[in-house]
Nanobody, 117 residues
Framework: VQLQASGGGLVQAGGSLRLSCTAS????????MGWHRQAPGKQRELVAA???????NYANFVKGRFTISRDNAKNTVYLQMNNLKPEDTAVYYC????????????WGQGTQVTVSS
């Protein structure tokens, strides 16, 4: 499985960005898709995940601001990020998993999100 992410960039605080990630290859093996992020000097953390049947898990720090969605026909997951804060600055990594309880099997390249104050 290969994951191709896009949509990062530079935005002012309070602004919005939309990340996309499309899977290719053995996509029938995928259950969960989603995003992790890693800020400089910090550990990688889960942002949001969505299972094949639509169950969603958000990190507490993005609830009410970020929305994850998925188009199974296109093997694509989206992350709509609103009301961005400088602390959201990080490299965002698309990921996928064969199970419905993890998000670590497959990784895409990171996309940089920078939020200026």
């Amino acid at each position: 499985v290969q994951l191709q992410a896009s949509g990062g960039g530079l935005v002012q605080a309070g602004g919005s960005l939309r990340l996309s990630c499309t899977a290719s290859g053995s996509t029938s093996s995928i259950n969960t898709m989603g995003w992790h992020r890693q800020a400089p000097g910090k550990q990688r953390e889960l942002v949001a995940a969505i299972t094949l049947d639509g169950r969603i898990n958000y990190a507490n720090f993005v609830k009410g601001r970020f929305t994850i969605s998925r188009d199974n026909a296109k093997n694509t997951v989206y992350l709509q990020m609103n009301n961005l804060k400088p602390e959201d600055t990080a490299v965002y990594y698309c990921a996928a998993d064969r199970t419905d309880y993890s998000l670590t099997d497959y990784w895409g390249q990171g996309t940089q999100v920078t939020v200026s104050s």
